[in-house]
């Protein structure tokens, strides 16, 4: 029998799944509107909703003491790196290349662990190399049998949330607080 907070864990990361599974649909919808005006909408309301919990939660004092130096550094390239992902896949769903951006989501996992090998020299056992080549066959089989059409999409977007990952892993800052200073940054632009 599982507790309340891990059923509305569970409830609350389904609802996440099915809501990013329907965002291309909304994203069609959009599709005579140009992407960096749909992702400049994305980072602006971003702003105001983070603006509004920073200020609730009253954590400005703590963001800004914490987004200084290397962590403001770190920070402005993770956020140009989702703004990249986040443009890519608008773009890509709004030109008619949607399956071309899943394939990128599926490639993703073998990206976090190529990067997690080289970068984080993290040790895979041979059952757990062995699921990856499975893993990474069942991707090429997908990209040549679906026609993945340009090969830019799936892989710019699997390497740009793979590397922001990776980073953000390393960012001596909290969840809400990197999100709201990446959305800071990205906001003028």
Known sequence: MTDAPSRNGLLLGIGAYVLWGL???YL?????????????????????????????????A??????RGRTLLLLAVTATLIAVNWFVFIWAVGNGHALSA??????NPLVNVALG????RERLTRI?????????????????AGGAGALWVPLTLAISFGTYGLIRKVVAIDALG??????LLLAPI
């Not at 703590?62 to 987004?67: E, G, N, P, S, Y």
């Not at 899943?102 to 490639?107: A, D, E, M, P, V």
């Not at 990197?178 to 959305?183: A, F, I, N, P, S």
Request: charged fraction near 10%; proline fraction near 4%; charge should be positive.
């Open 28 to 60: 069609k919808l959009l599709s005579s509107v140009p992407p960096m005006q749909i992702l400049a909408h994305r980072v602006l309301w971003s702003l105001i909703l983070l603006g509004a919990l920073v200020v609730l939660m009253r954590r400005v």
């Open 128 to 144: 757990q190399a062995a699921a990856i080549a499975l893993a990474a066959l069942g991707v090429v089989v997908m990209a040549v």
């Open 178 to 183: 990197g999100l709201t200073v990446e959305t």
């Open 23 to 25: 965002l291309p649909l």
């Open 102 to 107: 899943s394939l990128g989501y599926f490639i």
């Open 117 to 120: 090998v080289v970068v984080l």
């Open 62 to 67: 703590d963001i800004r003491a914490a987004a």
